[in-house]
């Protein structure tokens, strides 16, 4: 297995270009993906890389 690290970066690399997809991170054990909406969030796998996935519905980023 990768580490979280790695994981997360690659997960990065391919859910950000999704549509509703706001940001990936991690906590040391889990990837976290913020998404827009409770549809964005079923693209979102249960599992990446072994590691577990947390989604997070945060809708709609506006700039300030």
Do not use: W
Not at 7 to 19: D, I, Q, S, V
Not at 56 to 63: D, E, H
């Amino acid at each position: 297995m990768r580490s979280i690290e790695a994981a997360t970066e690659t997960a990065r690399m391919k859910f950000l270009p999704m549509k509703g997809i706001v940001a990936v991170s991690h906590d040391g054990y889990n990837i976290i993906f913020y998404v827009e909406t409770e549809e964005d969030a079923r693209k979102i796998p249960a599992t990446f890389m072994g590691y577990r996935c947390i989604t997070r519905v945060i809708g709609k980023l506006m700039k300030l």
